[in-house]
């Protein structure tokens, strides 16, 4: 079965950065591109950013630009996330997700505090 | 950058109700358009896709309709596993963007 397991929860200090893993199984992973999106504490979700499995090629949110980097490693069917530069409005859960988002990551928090 | 404005933002409802969630798009967007629902503290759920397409595993209560730039998500008779939030997610063109979410709460 189709599966997106995600690495644990981080506590980071502003300015920090933190990459989330996305480790896929039960499918061919160059198949489908994998999605980031975040959910801020009550708030809604915010698409982050694809990228495709395939060629590497990405698309990020406007937002997020100089911040954020998707990458993959096929080897091992895992799809990362990192954001640099973190803020309080970083604080959020990050969750990945197959393709068009039709399997979901189990979702990472992320706390930045000081 | 297409916006998609959902509506309306929350409702009460009974079980057994008719439930209907809209979704429009700032732009015409064929039909690549998704429902999600998220229950607290859970990764969201993909209900239907391309617009009007039911996912595997779905009760066949949920169905969804439209194209081009109004889209509506029908529960046809509200269950208590049911109450939620649910959002539409476009992927036309990039920046895919989400509606801002409909919680169904229990009247």
């Known amino acids: 079965q189709v599966q997106l397991v995600q690495s644990g929860g981080e506590v980071k200090k502003p300015g920090a950065s933190v990459k989330v893993s996305c480790k896929t199984s039960g499918y061919t992973f160059t198949s489908y591109g994998v999605s980031w999106v975040r959910q801020a504490p009550g708030q809604g979700l915010e698409w982050m950013g694809w990228i495709s499995t395939y060629n590497g090629n990405t698309k990020y949110a406007q937002k997020l630009q100089g911040r954020v980097t998707m990458t993959t490693d096929t080897s091992t069917s895992t799809a990362y996330m990192e954001l640099r530069s973190l803020t309080s409005d970083d604080t959020a859960v990050y969750y990945c997700?197959?393709?068009?988002?039709?399997?979901w990551g189990q979702g990472t928090l992320v706390t930045v505090s000081s | 950058d297409i916006q998609m404005t959902q509506s309306p933002s929350s409702l009460s409802a009974s079980v057994g109700d008719r439930v209907t969630i809209t979704c429009r798009a700032s732009q015409d967007i064929r039909n690549d358009l998704g429902w999600y629902q998220q229950k607290p503290g859970k990764a969201p759920k993909r209900l239907i896709y391309a617009a009007s397409s039911l996912q595997s595993g779905v009760p066949s209560r949920f169905s969804g309709s439209g194209s081009g730039t109004e889209f509506t998500l029908i529960i046809s008779s509200l269950q208590p596993e049911d109450f939620a939030t649910y959002y539409c997610?476009?992927?036309?063109?990039?920046?895919?963007?989400f509606g801002q979410g409909t919680k169904v709460e229990i009247k």
């Open positions: 997610l476009h992927h036309s063109t990039y920046p895919w963007t």
């Open positions: 997700g197959r393709g068009v988002l039709d399997y």
